[in-house]
Nanobody, 115 residues
Framework: QVRLVESGGGLVQAGGSLRLSCLPS????????MGWYRQAPGKQRELAAR???????NYADSVKGRFTISRDNARNTLYLQMNGLKPEDTAVYYC?????????WGKGTLVTVSS
């Protein structure tokens, strides 16, 4: 069982920045792939960004060039740096960890971008 705790959400004006953090209950080295998903009101949960244990990243087209996902092994923390935020980025952001068939989720952190 892997527990994930997100932090860093909040209210920000359009054009601003936030950094989300995700602290897993196990070592990052034991998790093959981690990601950030988001769910806006009335919409399905969608992938924002993902990073593998080898450092390979992929991003949703809607966030490319504005969001950066990273793993800090020394702090055992996953980050999502979000710049140039837009009102359409408003959502609950969830940390995700995948190991083979196992899929773990945090409880989410709310990001609200005002226009």
């Amino acid at each position: 069982q892997v527990r994930l705790v997100e932090s860093g959400g909040g209210l920000v004006q359009a054009g601003g920045s936030l950094r989300l953090s995700c602290l897993p209950s196990v070592s990052l080295f034991s998790i093959n792939s981690m990601g950030w998903y988001r769910q806006a009101p009335g919409k399905q949960r969608e992938l924002a960004a993902r990073i593998t244990i080898g450092g390979t990243t992929n991003y949703a087209d809607s966030v490319k060039g504005r969001f950066t996902i990273s793993r800090d092994n020394a702090r055992n923390t996953l980050y999502l740096q979000m710049n140039g935020l837009k009102p359409e980025d408003t959502a609950v952001y969830y940390c995700n960890a995948m190991n083979g068939d196992m899929n773990y989720w945090g409880k989410g952190t709310l990001v609200t971008v005002s226009s």
